[in-house]
């Protein structure tokens, strides 16, 4: 230990606001209390499936990061098993598409997910430190894990029909998994230099905002 601490909770307490707005966000809380419109649902699902999509090459250039710059094969297996449950998860939403009559196939990108996108190929450049692509990795799983889990606590009014797309992020299996994405970004960050992690939470606020502009176009806002 260089006396850095925990480093990401220094940061929750800064940007604390701006967490809020992207884990308790309108499109969240109207699921939670029943009065989500099923349209703005709909879109959410089309448009988060291309993101998926374009999340898989951003986690296996985190993969490739792993091997080149962390002796920890601890880090490379959880990666690895991010990446699998998203082979899962592609299907899922196959087969949630279906159910809804989305037809995915000819789905148009909205403009905030392009420009999300867009981030997310910048951070597969290789030259771009593990430490900022892990940071990002871990903001980007948190963020649906505390949105989706608040969904399904004690008083919510989840409609029965979006419970299993809750449970998706919500459960607790996936709240573990970004506990241990969370203690390996601190490990990287307490061993970053100034310059690298002062980058670093300038990518979690750009996260943080892509998010929110997401869960806006969701909702037909933008
Ligand atoms: C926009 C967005 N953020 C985070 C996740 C979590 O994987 C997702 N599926 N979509």
Redesign the pocket.
Known sequence: MDGKGDIIATWMKKHRLIYTGATRHPFILNIRDGSIDISSFKRWLA??YI??RA?VPFVASILVKAWKETDDSSDIDLILGGMAA?ND?IEWFKKEASKWGVALNSVVPHKA?VD?CRFLESLMNPDVEYTLAITAFWA??T???ESFAHCLEDGSRTPEELKETCQR?GNEGFGQYCCSLKNITNRCLEKASDDVLSKAEVILIRILE??VE??NMSRGAI
Do not use: K, S
Request: aromatic share 36%; glycine share 0%.
């Open positions: 448009q988060d993101f998926v999340f998203l998860e997910n999300y980007i799983e963020v649906y894990q992020w892509h998010e997401f869960w």
